[in-house]
């Protein structure tokens, strides 16, 4: 599993520092450094972080760009600037979700960049990254807070990196095919016309592939769809009903 820190680049308000801290603790993260500060770790930064004093205890200050570039492995930034031609290289980002998928299975240290709260991380910055990562959102209000941002991204990162430890395993292709011909029979053996059946059974399958269920899900689900068309096929024996198969 990779060893995460967070970096506050010259982070403007105590406030947002400590509700970042609190966000660290409540999703597991433990290393946080921030870089030429501008407010100092006052009582709001503490009122703020509530029950992650520890974090706050045990901050690093860093006072250049190129002390993360020696300390870590990769370094994701984050912006609230997306990339509006295909041609604005720096600009073109990838979600918290990527970014979880992306490091979770890696092993080294990974620093978080979190920008200023004013204007965030210079184009310079940017470019010293290995990936930059933004939080899709209203094109009426695309900038969020700060604290708020990292939150997703902590999120993310522990939902990925929780399940690996958990040993999570998805659901392989064979178990989902049975699924999705499971759920193609039950619909068939309705009224409904083919073309209608043809839909369902795709948006099924659609929705499968959309999510990572894992193997335990489908086997459930399996078992499900399973008893229920037995209990219908029983019911259309019984009361004379009709079905399409």
Do not use: W
Request: a positive charge; one cysteine or more; charged letters at 25%.
């Amino acid at each position: 599993m990779p060893e995460i820190a967070v970096i506050m680049i010259e982070p403007e308000n105590q406030g947002n520092i400590g509700a970042i801290a609190r966000a660290m603790k409540n999703f597991g993260l433990k290393e946080l450094y921030l870089v030429r500060p501008k407010d100092e770790l006052g009582e709001l930064a503490r009122k703020m972080a509530a029950n992650a004093q520890d974090i706050l205890d045990n901050v690093k200050i860093l006072m250049s760009f190129d002390e993360i570039k020696e300390k870590f492995d990769l370094i994701y930034g984050t912006t609230a600037v997306q990339a509006r031609r295909s041609t604005n290289i720096l600009r073109i980002t990838i979600t918290p979700s990527q970014l979880a998928n992306l490091i979770s299975g890696t092993k080294g240290k990974v620093a978080i960049l979190l920008g200023r709260e004013s204007h965030g991380l210079t184009n310079q910055e940017l470019n010293e990254c290995d990936a930059i990562v933004t939080i899709p959102t209203s094109l009426e209000y695309p900038t969020l807070n700060v604290a708020m941002a990292g939150t997703i991204i902590f999120y993310e990162l522990f939902q990925k990196i929780e399940s690996k430890k958990r040993g999570f395993r998805i659901a392989d292709r064979k178990i989902k095919e049975v699924l999705v011909d499971k759920v193609n029979t039950l619909v068939s053996r309705t009224n409904l016309p083919p073309h209608k059946i043809k839909l369902i059974t795709r948006a099924f399958r659609n929705l499968i592939g959309k999510s990572a269920i894992s193997e335990k899900e489908a086997g459930l689900l399996l078992t499900a769809f399973s008893r229920v068309d037995k209990a219908f096929l029983k019911m259309v024996k019984e009361n004379g009903y009709k079905s399409t198969r």
